[in-house]
Nanobody, 124 residues
Framework: QVQLVESGGGLVQAGGSLRLSCAAS????????MGWFRQAPGKEREFVAA????????GYTTSVKGRFTISRLHAKNTMYLQMNSLKPEDTAVYYC?????????????????WGQGTQVTVSS
């Protein structure tokens, strides 16, 4: 069983940066595509970014392209989300997830394991 634990959330001013981490344990982490989702108050959870098992391919939702960077480090069983030029609309609970599918899954139903989430708040 894969267990995922996010960290790195917090309060930051608009224009600032945060780096989220997702530490995985349990089954072989390096074989799984991984992703980040977020859920703002009163909204549905949405896809943010994903990375394939090797780290060679990534995908982003349009609103974060050029500002967020997803990466992973197999040696530490950890995935990261570097978030720069943060905006108030980035405020949400951020979740990491792992999928047993191939490629770069972009939908919630494609992910099998989820973390508990970490709050990111961007003040204006």
């Amino acid at each position: 069983q894969v267990q995922l634990v996010e960290s790195g959330g917090g309060l930051v001013q608009a224009g600032g940066s945060l780096r989220l981490s997702c530490a995985a344990s349990g089954r072989t982490f390096s074989n799984y595509p991984m992703g980040w989702f977020r859920q703002a108050p009163g909204k549905e959870r949405e896809f943010v970014a994903a990375i394939n098992w090797s780290g060679s391919s990534t995908g982003y939702t349009t609103s974060v392209k050029g500002r967020f960077t997803i990466s992973r480090l197999h040696a530490k069983n950890t995935m990261y989300l570097q978030m720069n030029s943060l905006k108030p609309e980035d405020t949400a609970v951020y979740y990491c997830a792992a999928s047993q599918r191939a490629g770069i899954p972009g939908y919630e139903y494609e992910y099998d394991y989820w973390g508990q989430g970490t709050q990111v708040t961007v003040s204006s």
